[in-house]
């Protein structure tokens, strides 16, 4: 159950995951041996955040809903998602395959409608001439 021929166009391929597979924790628990491959649920996961789907959506190809769910958040608890995509990030970076250059355009960020031109109390106050005593107190 190691390898799984690639059934759907979007799942895996051999070489995706012969990179991705070293970088996964070891954990062999004990007990019954799983229905399901670890690269099955990967490709279920996988699945269903390209499709955002509700986790009970999940075709039944990758494995039982609850099996994949179960995994993705063992391993979002853990810190394992955070620490695979910080090994392939590495590994894309000595590569040479990501460019880190940020580019931001004042013309893409605007501000909200309300934001332009409504009168802020309490920090925009007339102005007095200078030399003018304190103004006067109304009572009544």
Not at 46 to 55: F, H, K, Q
Not at 59 to 66: A, E, K, L, V
């Amino acid at each position: 159950m190691d390898t799984l021929a690639v059934t759907r166009r979007f799942d895996l391929t051999d070489e995706q995951w012969a990179v991705l597979e070293p970088l996964l924790p070891a954990g062999k628990r004990p007990g019954r041996p799983p229905r399901c491959s670890r690269r099955q649920l990967i490709d279920g996961i996988r699945w269903r955040t390209r499709a955002g789907a509700p986790w009970r959506d999940v075709p039944p190809c990758y494995g039982s809903w609850s099996a994949v769910y179960a995994l993705f958040r063992r391993w979002q608890r853990d810190g394992t998602w955070a620490a695979v995509l910080t090994a392939l990030q590495a590994i894309a970076d000595a590569a040479g395959r990501i460019v880190w250059d940020v580019s931001v355009d004042s013309t893409i960020a605007r501000a909200h409608q309300h934001a332009a031109g409504a009168r802020k109390r309490g920090i925009c106050r007339r102005s007095r001439p200078v030399g003018s005593g304190p103004s006067r107190t109304t009572t009544r």
